[in-house]
């Protein structure tokens, strides 16, 4: 006969190795779900190596007609020789757009300052007319004559610094 001690004890291994095969269960479950993780990585990676391949190739292909073309518009076996031509052509073409780009650099700065004394002009006449439009709240008719003049003139000077600062920048 069996005492309670011994049957809680083979009750307890019991319930043990159940916990032990159910984990043994998971356990290969994750290992198949990694396994599967794993080849799909691998998977996914052997395909960019061969996208990344075929663009190099097609690249490698292009710069071959390139250089191709090259040699035929220059006459010339050597390619190293025929960048070296090209890239000296084209920094003796930079050089003589040197003074050019130093004269568009003087028109724009004297550009930009006459905008400013446009600017300046047009900013100054506003502010008049402001004032002037401030003096007729509280004018009496017999001064509105002369403030309605004032206003008028100022009104007028604005209206022509604002054309001619839009044309002369359009």
């Not at 290969?28 to 990585?41: M, N, T």
């Not at 000296?88 to 006459?114: M, V």
């Amino acid at each position: 006969m069996e005492t309670k001690e011994g049957q809680d004890t083979k009750e307890t291994e019991a319930t043990i190795e159940a916990h032990l095969r159910a984990w043994a269960v998971e356990i290969e479950q994750l290992k198949a779900k990694v396994d599967r993780e794993v080849a799909e990585a691998k998977k996914g990676y052997y395909e960019q190596m061969d996208a990344l391949r075929r663009e190099v190739e097609a690249q490698l292909l292009k710069w071959s007609y390139e250089l191709k073309e090259l040699k035929s518009q220059t006459g010339q076996p050597d390619v190293r020789q025929a960048v070296r031509d090209l890239r000296a052509k084209l920094d003796e073409e930079l050089k003589t757009w040197g003074p050019q780009i130093d004269a568009l650099k003087s028109t724009a700065a004297k550009a930009e300052a006459e905008a400013k004394r446009l600017l300046d002009g047009f900013l100054q006449k506003r502010d008049a007319l402001k004032k002037e439009l401030a003096g007729l709240k509280g004018s009496s008719e017999a001064a509105w004559g002369d403030v309605r003049v004032g206003a008028g003139k100022a009104w007028d000077e604005l209206k022509a610094a604002f054309k001619s600062a839009s044309e002369k920048f359009k």
